[in-house]
């Protein structure tokens, strides 16, 4: 078999395992007899219930990492086992924040591909084949290794479905720092955030620049609140500071998957669509007949979203 | 304040407004007019504003590209850079992004920044790692997601975003830091600048140039083949119609079918 023993790179905040963690562990599991989660942190004791609980036999932990953004401590924990002799076949970790960075330290240090924006994975005979998907997940790229490994792969959120697998904590090994990196966090902060998750929500309501001004986005959280959604944006308009980032849907910025998707004033370019695509309905609302959000609406409104969405909200109220 | 050498990394791209296209050898299409990743017009005016702060030094622009195509880099000029560095060669067509960045550090090297800036990813082929990738190969500290960056003496202040927020992080210069869009907005070329920008120094470099075995950083030393470009599962066509004024009450009858009202 290619693929025996997989290490997956376990990212948690305030002791809760992320999510992306636990799809990556899931696709991991049917690949692999062995999968290990590799974590950066003091509190591996914490996560090791659901790392364990999701199919990970042992946590590589390193330890505190003394404030360091985790790329340069973690890739060097990594790679240092590596060549040691003790590595994996396959570093599977997410395309998140910390996970790029450390994708990207460990593909220098043991001079290997990284293969990103991965959506799934196959072992066919002796290759491991990653699927990309590409021009705004209109087209599907599968490529594989050719060196020798370990692989590494970053794959996108919501490419696996989490599950489960029934086993006790997993055990918690140390995994020696070799590096430990000279990038400090000296302090954090954390933006209020009231109603469903933009990951999580079962409805989206999303606002575009067709909005025409920023003071108009409160027809979005208005409808939002209605459909208990959660309320997000196009990166055009998040680019314009009408909204945080952390609304932002699309490559950049979150992927949702929720029941409901509505894009009010969103024309759809690519970077937009790659976010918001799989949701498993969608609802467009756009004065350009032409706009690229068509292309993957359920329901599509050629119109002006300054007099449909007041009057969608109205009939809302009066239910 | 000492002067400020500022290297911001840009990529010269197809136009995201046109159709992307695959080459026969599943290369992306870059024949057509290749302008500057608005992603990378960030990082250039962040770098011309951090050197206008320190007093002094200059903005040097690095990039990699086919056909020793520099009309992007003229955008950059036109903006204010000083000078760019432009690798073009045959031997790069197919390279990876860990080979992309061994070259664009090899160039970076030459430059001998304070900082490097570049974007978090570009806009055509958003693989994100390149970065990060150029500061692990030039030893040097990064910081990625910049959506603000301060300099204060031989330390670099950068907040980064995060999930929930964002994080304050610093790290000793010299540094690489990525940043946003968002992160300052970038100016429009004068037509003075754009004038200017015609006789601003480009060096055009081959990979032998920066002392690197081109066999090592092309297609085949990328590690990794492209076995299949396939379309991917069309979204049945959903029902497209025009506003006649009672349009809501479609997506009112939509929202109930699925029970989310």
């Known amino acids: 078999m290619a693929l025996n023993r997989i290490w997956v790179y376990a990212e948690a905040a305030d002791g809760k395992v992320s999510p992306l963690t636990l799809e990556l562990l899931a696709k991991a599991r049917s690949l692999a007899g062995t999968v290990e989660a590799v974590y950066g942190g003091a509190d591996a004791d914490a996560v090791a219930g659901t790392l364990g609980a999701h199919g990970a036999s042992k946590v590589l932990a390193t330890g505190d990492l003394g404030g360091s953004l985790p790329g340069v401590p973690v890739a060097s924990a990594i790679a240092k086992a590596v060549n040691d002799g003790n590595g994996p076949d396959l570093v599977m970790l997410g395309t998140s924040y910390d996970g790029r960075d450390v994708a990207a330290r460990l593909s220098v240090a043991l001079d290997k591909p990284v293969i990103t924006n991965n959506i799934d994975i196959e072992v066919d005979g002796d290759s491991i084949v990653v699927t990309e998907p590409i021009f705004g997940g209109t087209k599907l790229v599968k490529t594989k290794f050719t060196a020798a490994g370990p692989h590494i792969a970053l794959f996108r959120p919501k490419s696996f479905v989490a599950e489960e697998a029934g086993g006790g904590a997993a055990a918690v090994e140390s995994l020696e720092v070799a590096d430990a990196g000279q990038a400090k966090i000296t302090n954090r902060h954390v933006e209020e955030a009231t109603g469903p998750k933009l990951d999580e929500a079962a409805v989206v309501v999303s606002g575009g620049r067709g909005l025409g001004e920023s003071d108009k986005y409160q027809l979005i959280e208005d409808l939002a609140k209605l459909l208990k959604a959660a309320p997000g944006a196009s990166r055009a308009i998040v680019d314009a500071g009408w909204v945080p980032y952390s609304y932002q849907v699309g490559q950049t910025g979150k992927v949702v998957k929720p029941t409901v998707y509505i894009a009010a004033g969103i024309s759809g370019a690519t970077q937009h669509l790659v976010g918001m695509k799989g949701s498993k309905n969608i609802i467009a609302i756009n004065k350009d007949p032409e706009a690229p959000i068509f292309s993957v609406a359920d329901l599509g409104i050629v119109g002006d979203v300054h007099k449909v969405l007041p009057k969608l909200i109205e009939a809302l109220q009066a239910r | ?261």
């Open chain 2, 1 to 261: 304040m000492p002067d400020m050498h500022v290297v911001v990394c840009v990529k010269q791209i197809p136009d995201p407004a046109e159709p992307g296209k695959l080459e026969g050898d599943n290369t992306l299409d870059r024949s057509g007019k290749l302008i500057l990743d608005e992603s990378d017009s960030y990082g250039v005016e962040m770098a011309l504003q951090l050197v206008d702060k320190a007093g002094g030094g200059e903005v040097t622009l690095v990039s990699m590209a086919p056909n020793n195509e520099t009309s992007g880099l003229r955008t950059a000029l036109a903006m204010g850079a000083a000078k760019a560095i432009l690798v073009s060669d045959d031997a790069l067509s197919g390279a990876g992004a860990l080979d992309t960045a061994k070259v664009l550090a090899a160039a970076i090297k030459r430059a001998e920044p304070d900082l490097v800036l570049a974007a978090t990813e570009s806009s055509d082929g958003y693989t994100g790692t390149v970065p990060e990738q150029v500061a692990a190969l030039l030893g040097l500290p990064s910081i990625t997601f910049a959506k603000e960056i301060h300099l204060e003496g031989e330390t670099v202040k950068v907040q980064r975003q995060t999930e929930a927020g964002y994080d304050e992080v610093t790290c000793p210069l010299p540094a690489l830091v990525s940043v946003t869009a968002g992160v300052v907005e970038p100016r429009y070329p004068s037509f003075k600048g754009i004038m200017a920008a015609k006789s601003k120094p480009v060096d055009e470099l081959k990979v032998a140039d920066l002392g690197l075995d081109a066999s090592q950083v092309g297609a085949a030393g990328a590690g990794q083949e492209i076995v299949s470009v396939d379309d991917a599962p069309a979204r049945e066509a959903g029902e497209i119609i025009e506003d006649d004024g009672e349009a809501f009450t479609k997506i009112v009858e939509f929202l109930d079918g699925l029970k989310v009202i």
